[in-house]
């Protein structure tokens, strides 16, 4: 399995290591969120990706999907489609493709072709697409969110979306043997502990609780920092000294 973050600002030297949007790029044909999915490479790039998860209703999760929306219309045979909860969805037809801030994609079609079909779905359903099993798991936001859990043949991950300290998707990751890696957010540092509570949020020392509930201790990769503290994030991640625990690099394709 091949996870990519896809990285969210780019400069004349190369990728900004900051995260503004979030994107998770899958097997090059499936993304979990799409931050930066319609900011990525070539319209042409983009087309390949047949699958769009969006974990919640939070602007920096879903921004750029109207835009690559417009930039992959007509550039395969069939449609994209997009898979998000009720509450998603509901929120994405009252506020964005509203014929206002964008059309209607959800719902319009040019010359007999759909901008996109929709599915959705719902925490411990699982679906089955591109040779991988994909169970979404609701997790403790501030909104309705959905983490997943992704296997193939030969090993699972965890993305976890948005979360505060939460119990689900650990107790599921915990059954999967093949489990190689997680995604987990650190927004905040711990002296910014009240602040993570409120917007229900993980510090590193929040994240590194959450491992502590996995018996098996895959590799975590640290994703989401604030980029008005993310030195500060990373020391702190780091002075734990741990081996699994890694900063996710923008960009970068981990093979699992």
């Not at 099993?133 to 969110?145: D, F, G, M, Y």
């Not at 650190?186 to 509570?197: D, R, V, Y």
């Not at 895959?218 to 991640?237: G, K, Q, T």
């Amino acid at each position: 399995m091949k996870i990519t973050l896809l990285p969210s600002a780019v400069s004349a030297s190369g990728i900004v290591p900051n995260q503004y949007l979030t994107t998770f790029l899958v097997n090059d044909r499936l993304a979990i969120d799409a931050g930066s999915l319609g900011l990525y490479l070539s319209p042409q790039d983009q087309a390949a990706v047949r699958h769009v998860f969006v974990s919640h209703s939070h602007l920096d999760h879903w921004a750029s999907l109207p835009i690559f929306l417009v930039n992959v219309f007509d550039l395969a045979p069939t449609c994209p489609t997009l898979y998000a909860s009720e509450d998603v969805l509901d929120m994405l037809r009252r506020d964005v493709f509203n014929g206002r801030v964008w059309p209607n994609f959800l719902e319009m079609s040019h010359e007999g072709r759909p901008f996109v079909k929709v599915q959705v779905i719902e925490s411990g359903k699982a679906i089955d697409l591109e040779g991988l099993h994909i169970t979404p798991v609701a997790v403790n936001h501030v909104v309705p969110t959905l983490g997943f859990i992704l296997e193939d043949a030969t090993s699972a991950v965890v993305i976890a979306s948005d979360t505060a300290a939460t119990t689900e998707i650990w107790q599921r990751a915990e059954r999967v043997a093949k489990l190689k890696a997680v995604f987990l957010e650190a927004t905040l540092p711990n002296n910014m502990a009240e602040l993570a509570g409120v917007t229900r949020h993980l510090t590193p020392a929040g994240l590194i609780g959450e491992m502590r509930k996995l018996t098996r201790q895959p590799n975590f990769y640290a994703v989401h920092l604030s980029a008005r503290n993310r030195d500060e994030v990373i020391a702190e991640l780091r002075s734990h000294g741990l081996s699994n625990l890694h900063i996710a690099e923008f960009g970068k394709t981990y093979e699992f």
